[in-house]
């Protein structure tokens, strides 16, 4: 979303960004010249704090980011020609729905198309409500999402639309992608098979990123050859300092050197050894293209970041969009897709193994070349045209 911000100011455009109120997200905006608009709690400290997979205070938790649509974005989009959302559904719902009140262009765009109705793949479970058992057909199973999705979300969104006079909606989840909604990933790594859903890929939004790597690490990275980076972004680990340990342990069988990043999840050093070394917010572009691998939970920012450096990757899914990415980088041939959330020692050594061998890292390569980088620019005229 700030790659996008970037490029819409250089076409000329004002640009708000509405987002939650983390440090990480305000500094990310300020290095673009962008402010920060903050709405809703700080997401680390909802990560931190919720199990994954539950559903225990998600009604309450929606409500919130539902009133907030409707309170603070709504007062920040008064003036803007345009409102571009993404997120979880009580997000984009709610967006869309101020977009109505106010008269202005409505978009819906999604980072991975996962959530996105298609005859060809089942829909994600929702927090707290599985899907029927013994139901093959991806139609029906998506029909049963959208009521799931009424039921949860309906009468929140629906409460805050008749307040503002307008109609309540009756399948709020189609409402929010809209009839025409974008899908901001790269159509080489993740191929959109056309569908009644007038679905626009614009490619991959990757953010302009000079910043520097600090120079002690690339010191370390000068002292010996290419290491494998290690890191789950901000996603939740229930036991960092095993996962840390397992990695190293792994990295080391194969006779190299590790970066490890801790994340949100707080990844440790597991000890002082110098063939190790620790690394917080750092510019991935430049790091990735350093590395002899990558080892990550597969979100689609740090897949489509590995791949455009043409790193070899093992993914381990920790849930959400995380098994789609490493089922691509295994079909791809630019990697391992690791089986289950939990690495072990054994079970990292063997996928390094493989992301190791030259026919791999020739592969990742080759794939690096087809990996396009003007997705936000593309996306910044497609608005700015349709205005």
């Keep these: 979303m700030v790659g996008l911000a970037v490029r819409l100011r250089q076409s000329g455009a004002e640009v708000r960004v509405c987002a939650p109120p983390d440090e990480e997200f305000a500094r990310l905006l300020a290095g673009a010249g962008v402010s920060l608009i903050p709405v809703g709690r ?19 938790r929606a409500a919130e980011l539902i009133a907030a649509q409707f ?11 345009a409102l571009v959302a993404c ?3 009580p997000v984009t719902a709610g967006a869309r729905s101020v977009a109505e009140k106010l008269g202005v262009r409505s978009v819906h765009v999604s980072h991975q198309p996962v ?11 929702r927090r707290g409500r599985s899907l029927s058992s013994g139901v093959t057909d991806n139609r029906a199973l998506w029909d049963e999402d959208a009521r799931n999705a009424n039921e949860m979300f309906g009468a929140a969104v629906n409460t805050h639309r008749v307040a503002i006079g307008l109609p309540p909606l009756e399948n709020v989840r189609d409402y929010a992608f809209t009839d025409r909604p974008w899908l901001a990933t790269d159509p080489a790594l993740s191929p959109w098979r056309p569908t009644e859903l007038d679905v626009v890929q614009t490619g991959a939004w990757i953010r302009p990123d000079e910043r520097p790597l600090p120079p002690e690490l690339v010191a370390f990275l000068d002292a010996g050859t290419p290491p494998v980076f290690v890191g789950f972004g901000s996603t939740p680990l229930g036991a960092p300092e095993d996962v840390a340990r397992a990695a190293v342990e792994a990295i080391r ?20 050894e110098d063939d190790c070394f620790a690394v917080g917010e750092v510019n991935h572009q430049a790091l990735f293209v350093r590395m002899a691998a990558v080892v990550h939970h597969g979100s689609a920012g740090t897949t489509t970041t590995a791949a455009l450096a043409g790193a070899p990757q093992v993914v381990v899914p920790q849930g959400a969009d995380h098994p789609y990415w490493a089922g691509r980088v295994s079909e791809l041939g630019i990697g391992v897709a690791h089986d289950g959330p939990t690495p072990t ?22 794939v690096a070349g087809t990996v396009r980088t003007d997705g936000a620019t593309v996306a910044a005229r497609l608005l700015i045209d349709a205005l």
């Design 42 to 60: 700080p997401v680390r400290r909802l990560v931190a704090s919720v199990e994954p997979g539950s559903a225990v205070g998600l009604a309450e």
């Design 71 to 81: 309170g603070t974005v709504a007062a920040a989009a008064e003036g803007c020609d």
């Design 87 to 89: 997120g979880p559904l």
């Design 115 to 125: 959530v996105l109705p298609s005859p060809y793949r089942r829909p994600p479970a």
């Design 253 to 272: 069988e194969q006779g190299a050197r590790a970066v490890v990043s801790h994340g949100w999840a707080g990844l440790p050093l597991v000890d002082d």
């Design 345 to 366: 020692a054994a079970s990292l050594s063997a996928a390094l193994k493989t992301a190791l061998t030259p026919e791999t890292r020739a592969r990742a390569k080759a």
